[in-house]
């Protein structure tokens, strides 16, 4: 019955390291001093925001003026949409979904829903 022990204990070690690597990353303390609240923005941040928030976009008014190539800056994705100068977008309204309109020198230069 010992074998049977040591295989129980073998697997249980392999399934709480695969938790552990596959967690996302930069949640731990230790990834920069990053805090969970992301930081405040500035009034003039804030003015660039559509007055109608459908899409949360205040929670990335702080991102205005950075670079969209920064190291882990956010990715596009369906509710995410990078627009480059001169990209064609389709024209579907999705409210929920956050447009990051960057400029000719690749920094967010603003921020809609749509």
């Known amino acids: ?9 073998y697997v249980s070690m392999c399934m709480a390291f695969l938790a552990v690597a596959c967690a996302p990353a930069g949640t731990g303390d230790n990834d920069g001093g ?15 925001i559509p007055e109608d928030d459908t899409c949360n976009a205040a929670r ?4 205005i003026g950075r670079p969209i ?6 990715e596009a994705s369906a509710d ?3 627009i480059y ?3 064609q ?14 400029d000719e020198d690749g ?8």
């Open 1 to 9: 019955m010992r074998p049977l022990h040591y295989r129980t204990a």
């Open 34 to 48: 990053s805090s969970a609240e992301p930081p405040a923005a500035s009034e003039e941040q804030m003015a660039a």
């Open 60 to 63: 990335y008014a702080h991102l």
């Open 69 to 74: 190539d920064m190291p882990g800056m956010i």
């Open 80 to 82: 995410l949409r990078h």
């Open 85 to 87: 100068p001169d990209t």
């Open 89 to 102: 977008v389709t024209m579907d309204f999705r409210p929920d979904r956050v447009n990051f309109r960057i």
């Open 107 to 114: 920094r967010i230069a603003e921020i809609t829903c749509g």
